[in-house]
């Protein structure tokens, strides 16, 4: 379940007004700080610092992240988004599906606590807690660990869920197999810069017998407007895997995965596949404007979740969904 610029995913696509001012609003935060954090020999003024972070500076060595740049504002507007109809409605049915993915691993025993990598503002970490599981919430992105705070404690759930700043390519701050349920919902794996990395540190702190859940963008589904606004974008895509935010700024690049690729890369690192399924399948075959409908004619969320699931079951549907959900083990 993915979400919009920078920050963004959900099974949004398109992006809407909102996003588009995030996007722009990250980009300025971005340069305004990169702009501030540079020597005065190296850039001087606006315009040197278009240079530094844009497109048109392929040999930028390391592209920011622009996740860590939304500040708690941005973080409160991109949760307000998804609780904006008509979103929230697919933003449940997302949700409600991932949870059917989630549920039969959830650890009998509740004071097991369970990972969040890339929890940003703590969704999952709250439904969780909400439930009784203690949850360590982790993210590189203080402005949305900070909104994630905010709910907690409005919540009265800080007892059941922590709250640490972690990378995923960097869990050192974890003892190795000290982990038996870990998540990465809403795509860290393919925001992180480098996935291999990433599964590797997940690896290490999972015990054996343990299980990372989560999702990845997928390469299929992701030619959009919000990731490829021209044919070269498209033609990226297609051929690399590899898409970028919106906007004119060289941020980290997206991987976008294809199913066989993402199993490929996931079994290298020893993990095994469990379960794969494509995400926000229904708005990808009958489009927005009928799921629109849907939603607008009252059909229940739990009949719409019922025929996603069924329609998930079908290994050649498994590239035609906006992300590809997982399920993955290590072996005993
Ligand atoms: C679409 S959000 C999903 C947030 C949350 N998991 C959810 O499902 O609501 C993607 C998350 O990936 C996080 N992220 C980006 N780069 C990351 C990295 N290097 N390590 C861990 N998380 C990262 C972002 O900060 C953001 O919280």
Not at 217 to 244: F, H, K, M, N, V
Request: charged share 25%.
């Amino acid at each position: 379940m993915a979400q919009a610029v920078g920050p963004e995913i959900m099974p949004e696509r398109q992006p809407c007004k909102g996003e588009r001012d995030l996007a722009w609003r990250v980009s300025c935060t971005l340069r305004r700080q990169q702009c501030e954090s540079a020597s005065p020999d190296a850039v001087s003024g606006p315009k040197a610092c278009g240079r530094l972070v844009g497109m048109d500076n392929p040999a930028a060595e390391k592209a920011p992240n622009p996740w860590l740049a939304m500040t708690i504002d941005d973080a409160r507007e991109y949760d307000e988004r998804k609780e904006t109809y008509p979103l929230r409605n697919h933003v449940a049915l997302s949700r409600r599906v991932a949870w059917e993915l989630i549920l039969p691993h959830l650890p009998n025993d509740k004071s097991l606590e369970v990972l969040e990598v890339g929890g940003g503002t703590g969704f999952w970490s709250i439904r969780l807690a909400l439930e009784g599981w203690r949850v360590m919430l982790t993210d590189p992105a203080q402005g949305l660990l900070d909104c994630a705070r905010e709910k907690l404690l409005a919540l009265g759930l800080l007892d059941k869920v922590t709250i640490m700043s972690a990378d995923v390519c960097d869990l050192s701050a974890f003892a190795s197999e000290s982990r038996r349920l870990v998540l990465a919902m809403g795509d860290p794996l393919s925001y992180c810069g480098d996935a291999v990395k990433a599964l590797r540190e997940v690896w290490r702190v999972t015990q054996a017998g343990g299980v990372l859940i989560g999702n990845v963008e997928c390469r299929y589904r992701g030619i959009d407007a919000r990731r490829a606004p021209s044919w070269s974008d498209a033609q990226r895509i297609l051929t690399e895997g590899i898409g970028y935010w919106p906007g004119p700024h060289h941020h980290l690049a997206i991987q976008m995965f294809t199913p066989s690729e993402f199993r490929s890369l996931a079994e290298s690192v020893g993990w095994q596949m469990q379960v794969m399924r494509p995400s926000d399948l229904l708005l990808s075959l009958v489009g927005r404007e009928l799921l629109n409908d849907a939603f607008a004619r009252g059909i229940d969320l739990e009949e719409l979740a019922e025929l996603e699931l069924r329609l998930g079951e079908d290994p050649s549907l498994l590239g035609a969904g906006t992300d590809i959900w997982f399920v993955m083990s290590k072996p005993r």
